[in-house]
T-cell receptor, first 109, second 117 residues
Framework: GENVEQHPSTLSVQEGDSAVIKCTYS??????FPWYKQELGKGPQLIID?????GEKKDQRIAVTLNKTAKHFSLHITETQPEDSAVYFC????????FGAGTRLTVKP | GAVVSQHPSRVICKSGTSVKIECRSL??????MFWYRQFPKQSLMLMAT?????????EQGVEKDKFLINHASLTLSTLTVTSAHPEDSSFYIC?????????????FGNGTRLTVT
């Protein structure tokens, strides 16, 4: 099965700084790479995704980069704000059991 | 678009009783829905795949007789926790797969916090 590793497990940054979370996967057949944000007491929400034929995708302050050769993809958040504080999950396998362990991001005002 | 509604958001029940959780796709049809369980500070654990008009597929270690899944229509899947015990207390989340020109994304409900006393 798919092995998914997410780093770091916790990340604390100052408001305005950038945050980067990395997801490593094992299944070379994976072709869809989403990132989800889960706020306390809520379900995960898709915030950005990328397909295997693209190396980078950006949506305002959020970007995802993909390195298929190395089998990892990363979430980049620039100009972080307190409302970015949440748990972020990667899920590189569309059979939806392949979630990373999550990264708890805390943005300090 | 692609809104998944889950109800109730919170439920407290006594040990030995059963609890039903509903998951609805509000503006699309979902032939497949998924049920997860999430313990505090942990990732989502897939429990089962709910298929409209057929039996659910359960993940290894999940008791199908304890966690009954019914997917009777294209917009509704239900999870019933039967004879609940305190160890069943958890956060249960459903999701639906949404197609987009052959590409699929997941949309999640807001979860149900179950507390068994």
């Amino acid at each position: 099965g798919e092995n998914v590793e997410q780093h770091p497990s916790t990340l604390s940054v100052q408001e305005g700084d950038s945050a980067v979370i990395k997801c490593t996967y094992s299944d070379s057949a994976s072709n869809y790479f989403p990132w989800y944000k889960q706020e306390l007491g809520k379900g995960p929400q898709l915030i950005i995704d990328i397909r295997s034929n693209v190396g980078e995708k950006k949506d305002q302050r959020i970007a995802v980069t993909l390195n298929k050769t190395a089998k990892h993809f990363s979430l980049h958040i620039t100009e972080t704000q307190p409302e970015d504080s949440a748990v972020y999950f990667c899920a590189p396998k569309l059979t939806i059991s392949g979630f990373g362990a999550g990264t708890r991001l805390t943005v300090k005002p | 678009g692609a809104v998944v509604s889950q109800h109730p958001s919170r439920v407290i029940c006594k040990s030995g009783t059963s609890v039903k959780i509903e998951c609805r796709s509000l503006d699309f049809q979902a032939t497949t829905m998924f049920w997860y369980r999430q313990f505090p500070k942990q990732s989502l654990m897939l429990m089962a795949t709910s298929n409209e008009g057929s039996k659910a597929t359960y993940e290894q270690g999940v008791e199908k007789d304890k966690f009954l899944i019914n997917h009777a229509s294209l917009t509704l899947s239900t999870l019933t926790v039967t004879s609940a015990h305190p160890e069943d207390s958890s956060f249960y989340i459903c999701s639906a797969r949404v197609g987009d020109r052959g590409l699929l994304t997941l949309h999640f409900g807001n979860g149900t916090r179950l507390t068994v006393t």
